[in-house]
Every structure is written in structure tokens, then in C-alpha cells.
């Protein structure tokens, strides 16, 4: 079992800039691919970013150029850097992290960004 825990999620201006961290727990040494997801209102949820094992990382184009996703290996912590921030990025962000011999996912609970128009 893996537990996900994020944090950092709050209300900014457009423009402004947010980070978000995940701090995983539990079977950490079967995580492979870490990543950010988001839901808005009415809307299905979508990716924002992935990091694997290696660093190797991968970006929705709504989000190329102002989000970084990192990750600290050795403090089983993924962190999400939003910058240029847009009233189209609110959403409840979730980490999610996936099992690299099962590929079986685990979610975070969500936090809540919010740019307002």
C-alpha cells in the first residue's frame, strides 16, 4: 500500500505562482512513475504532469512552460511549480503515484487551486 498525502494548493492571482507537494508513505520502494492530475468542476479529470524513477518527465500542452513537476527520491516527495497561473488552472490538483510491478495507481485526496477570472 502506498499513502499520498498533498499539500500546497490555495488561492492566487492570476499570474501568480504555487507549489504544490505530494509526501508518499508505505511501499514507497515499489512507486515507479509519479504524477499530478486535476479535476474541475463538470469536467473529467486530466493529467498535468508525470516524473518517473529516472526524472523522465512529461507535460499536458494547457500546461508546458509554466508547470515544473519534480521529485526527491530520498524524501518520497513529488512537487508540482506553477507558474503564470490562469483562471482555466483551477481545478483540485491530485498526486498519483503507480506500482511498478502492478501498475495498480494510488491517489492523493486532493487540494484545491483557485485563480479567480
Known amino acids: 500500500q502506498v499513502q499520498l498525502v498533498e499539500s500546497g494548493g490555495g488561492l492566487v492571482q492570476p499570474g501568480g505562482s504555487l507549489r504544490l507537494s505530494c509526501a508518499a508513505s508505505?511501499?514507497?520502494?515499489?512507486?515507479?512513475?509519479m504524477g499530478w492530475y486535476r479535476q474541475a468542476p463538470g469536467k473529467q479529470r486530466e493529467l498535468v504532469a508525470t516524473i518517473t524513477s529516472n526524472r523522465g518527465t512529461n507535460y499536458a500542452n494547457s500546461v508546458k512552460g509554466r508547470f515544473t513537476i519534480s521529485r526527491d527520491n530520498a524524501k518520497n516527495t513529488v512537487h508540482l511549480q506553477m507558474n503564470s497561473l490562469k483562471p482555466e488552472d483551477t481545478a483540485v490538483y491530485y498526486c498519483?503515484?503507480?506500482?511498478?510491478?502492478?501498475?495498480?495507481?494510488?491517489w492523493g485526496q486532493g487540494t484545491q487551486v483557485t485563480v479567480p477570472s
Open positions: 498519483q503515484a503507480v506500482h511498478s510491478a502492478t501498475l495498480r495507481d494510488y
Open positions: 508505505g511501499s514507497i520502494y515499489s512507486i515507479s512513475r
